[in-house]
Nanobody, 113 residues
């Protein structure tokens, strides 16, 4: 059974940092492109960052220069390092194996002073 589990969210002040983790079980993460999405209250889910099987990365304009996506094959985990956080980054963050119905339960990120 495929399971994706996000963790690492929390409450942080503007300008702070968080590192989100997406740990996979039941699949070998390496063979998938993996994306991070977020959904803020009252808004549609949006793509934040993605990493391909080859390690190529993509970022939403809002994430460029502040967020970094990476993967650790040995741990079967994908990370999202988020720096210089802003209040508008507040959302539930989800990971997804691209093109599949596999989603985690999400982790809440709240940025406020």
């Amino acid at each position: 059974q495929v399971q994706l589990v996000e963790s690492g969210g929390g409450l942080v002040q503007p300008g702070g940092s968080l590192r989100l983790s997406c740990a996979a079980s039941g699949i070998i993460f390496n063979i998938y492109n993996v994306d991070w999405y977020r959904q803020a209250p009252g808004k549609q889910r949006e793509l934040v960052a993605g990493i391909s099987r080859a390690g190529n990365t993509i970022y939403a304009d809002s994430a460029k220069g502040r967020f970094t996506i990476s993967r650790d094959s040995a741990k079967n985990t994908v990370y999202l390092q988020m720096d210089s956080l802003k209040p508008e980054d507040t959302a539930i963050y989800y990971c997804n194996t691209r093109g599949t119905p596999h989603w985690g339960q999400g982790t809440q990120v709240t940025v406020c002073s």
